[in-house]
């Protein structure tokens, strides 16, 4: 005699490996674990920072800057000439160095 099977709970096994294997493929496409999540994140804030350091005026208002200490590697964290020559104009004095609103005015009255 051959064995009873109930049709509903085949359906239903059915219906649960079908979508087991379903969920199984999604996982493996668009899924991704918690270190290539955070190895992303963190190639994407060394790329920020990177770009951030190589700017000629500064900082960006209102995004990430580099953190001032600790040491820093590449080609930014040793000053070139030109930067020296830059500097040592930066600390000349005298009249042209100074900014006309910074500069004192005549009264007249000497």
Do not use: F, W, Y
Not at 4 to 14: A, G, H, Q, S, T
Not at 32 to 55: P, Y
Not at 62 to 74: H, Y
């Amino acid at each position: 005699m051959a064995e009873i099977v109930n049709l509903r709970l085949v359906r239903k096994r059915k219906a649960r490996d079908t979508a087991a294997d379903a969920a199984a493929e999604a996982r493996a496409k668009h899924g991704r674990t918690k270190a290539e999540k955070t190895l992303d994140r963190a190639r994407a804030e060394k790329a920020e920072r990177d770009v951030e350091s190589h700017r000629l005026d500064g900082p960006a208002t209102g995004s990430a800057t580099r953190p001032a200490s600790g040491p820093t590697s590449g080609p930014s964290s040793q000053p070139s000439v030109g930067a020296a020559v830059g500097a040592a104009s930066d600390r000349a004095t005298g009249p042209a160095s100074i900014p006309a609103a910074l500069q004192p005015r005549d009264s007249g009255d000497t």
